[in-house]
């Protein structure tokens, strides 16, 4: 088992910027790949970004490659995502998510432990 628990969510301005973080416990002598996801109000889940247990990572589209950053802390039970350049439509719960499987998956039902997730609100 892994327990994920995420913080750094909070309320900024349109162009400000937060770090979110991800803190995993349990079985984390396994490799695993870690994603964050965020869901708004009335939409689905989606994919933001991942970064494999090596450190390769992936964004979900230009909405926030060159905005965000995921990273793995030195010890590596830890994934941060910086996220810069926020706008509004940004806002969203923001949960992280693992894989044990060993790959990056771009879906949701490929990551079997969830954070409880962050809140992110950015105002105009």
């Known amino acids: 088992q892994v327990q994920l628990v995420e913080s750094g969510g909070g309320a900024v301005q349109a162009g400000g910027s937060l770090r979110l973080s991800c803190v995993a416990s349990?079985?984390?002598?396994?490799?695993?790949?870690v994603a964050w996801f965020r869901q708004a109000p009335r939409n689905e889940r989606a994919f933001v970004a991942a970064?494999?247990?090596?450190?390769?990572?992936?964004y979900a589209d230009a909405s926030v490659k060159g905005r965000f950053t995921i990273s793995r802390g030195n010890a590596k039970n830890t994934v941060y995502l910086q996220m810069s350049g926020l706008k509004p439509e940004d806002t969203a719960v923001y949960y992280c998510a693992a894989s044990t499987s060993g790959g990056v998956s771009y879906s949701k039902s490929d990551y079997g432990y969830w954070g409880q997730g962050t809140q992110v609100t950015v105002s105009s």
């Open positions: 349990g079985r984390t002598s396994v490799n695993y790949a």
């Open positions: 970064i494999s247990w090596r450190g390769s990572t992936y």
